[in-house]
């Protein structure tokens, strides 16, 4: 019994919503219909077409070989911290987060306000408010591929696609410019090692000719030459890891894994160097570049020294001439580095305001207002007809903001009548 009753008053209740929707129809629908027509109305006349234009540009590529150190002879990280568009990132951050951050900087929006008098534009005079006008309308966004995508919306079509365009002109720009210094940081450092190496090189060359000279010709054993090409080819490579640890030293921290990891391959090298020249072997034999040395007259082993140490300053000079080339090459390059993959385009089609849609929302917005007023407006005749209690605190209410009502005419009407007196 109680549930058919329930479910008698669940039908009377749908029944009387939807009475109440065809008593007050007319005014439903006049409302929804000028609602929507007003709204409309207002975003025609004070809302602008907008047009957005997008570029994209392709991942930042690790450039490794063209600046690496050692070329095929040993690896070597140096590349990947100086050459091409390679920068070392911390933590997670990819190439294209780079990328993305040197958009959204201040160097770059300043730039572009510069080129496009954007101030005058956007008619504002503080630096801060046209850079904050400008990013509010840009959006930079990294894709999982790894390709950028930047967009910028302006009222202009024209000028939203040279805008959003000159992001990336400036970004190659910035970008160039912080691979230019490093490469004259780089070349600057290898030229003053490469001038310690000349003199060091002249020096052995002088000392081997003057033995030479003195004591006439010597000849070694191919082992030995060997072990001395072994040395001179560790100790090039020792000089080289040096380098790199230096220019890390000027970007990464002590506790950096990259820079712990560059001593400990240093340290590494020193080490093998070091056993190749005591000849300590593993049973203890007293040798010296796996040849034993007893007996051997002291002329043989002083020939041996300055033969090692000319091959050593050769082996240098040669791989930091070479290194030297290539930081010259990447100073004075001017390619772009920043690939465009597709250039904005003027926009054809707006990108806001949806008007249509807009309107259509207005008058579904004044349809539930509408709606709820009648509703509350029914539901208050019928409380009234029946006397209750519930209509009682209503008219209560009611007389309370009638009352503010006419607190704030009388407020009001002082202060007008203050101001004509």
Known sequence: MNERQNHTKYDLFIFNFFAVIFRWRRLLIVNTILAAAITLAVMLIFFPNWYMATTSIMPPEKDVGSFGFGGGMFPSNLGALLGGSGLALPGLATPSDLYASILRSRA?????????????????????????????????????????SLSYEDTDPERAALIANSFIEELNRVNTENLVSKARATREFIERRLEESVEDLKLAEEEYEAFQKKHKAFSLEEQVRAAINTIATLKGELVLAEIE???????????????????????????????LESGETAAGDSTWLGISMAGAPELGLEFVRLTRELKIQETIFELLKQQYEHAKIQEMRDTPTVQVLDSARIPELKSRPKRVFTAVLGGILSFGLTLFFVLAYEFT???KQKGSEIYRKISELTGMLNEDVYWLKKLFSKKEKGNAG
Do not use: C, W
Request: glycine fraction near 8%; proline fraction near 1%.
């Open 245 to 275: 640890l230096g220019i890390m030293k000027k970007s990464l921290s002590p506790d950096h894994t990259q820079y712990k990891n560059q001593l400990f391959k240093i340290e590494q090298i020193r080490k093998q160097i070091e056993e």
């Open 381 to 383: 005749q019928r409380e």
């Open 108 to 148: 770059v929006g300043l730039a572009v306000i510069e080129k496009h008098n954007l101030k005058g534009i956007f008619n504002t005079d503080l630096e801060t408010k046209t850079l904050g006008e400008l990013y509010a309308r840009t959006g930079v966004n990294v894709h999982a591929d790894g390709i950028i």
